[in-house]
């Protein structure tokens, strides 16, 4: 089973290494798409919805929320962004019966990128 969970943060950046607009500060209101896989436990849950909504609001979007991701992403592509969650909550989240199975960052409607670590 996946278990998915949406979040949503507005944050500020420009890439460095990219030429073109992009290379200017600019902002987005980002979709962060988190995607659990594994069996339910005792509860018939994989994980609650309301634990791993305070574990991504308190450990992961206090970091992004109204920051300019510059500050602490080299270059904050959506590919980077992506990777950079990854490692933090991955090991959050890991329990016996589930661990993080994907993660979407979504910069606009219709441009994100999917990463399932490695």
């Known amino acids: 089973m996946i278990l998915i969970k949406e979040f949503e943060f507005d944050a500020a950046h420009n890439l460095t290494k990219y030429h073109g607009k992009c290379e200017r500060l600019h902002g987005h209101t980002y979709k962060l798409v988190v995607k659990l896989k594994g069996e339910p436990d005792h509860e018939d849950m994989i994980f609650d919805f309301v634990q791993l909504k ?51 960052v979504w910069e606009t409607k219709t441009s994100g990128i999917v990463y399932g670590g490695k």
């Open 54 to 104: 305070h574990l991504v609001n308190d450990e992961i979007l206090i970091e992004f929320d109204h920051q300019y991701l510059n500050d602490f992403l080299e270059n904050p592509t959506a590919e980077n962004i992506a990777k950079y969650i990854w490692e933090k909550l991955y090991p959050m989240v890991k329990r016996e019966n589930v661990e993080l199975y994907e993660i979407e």
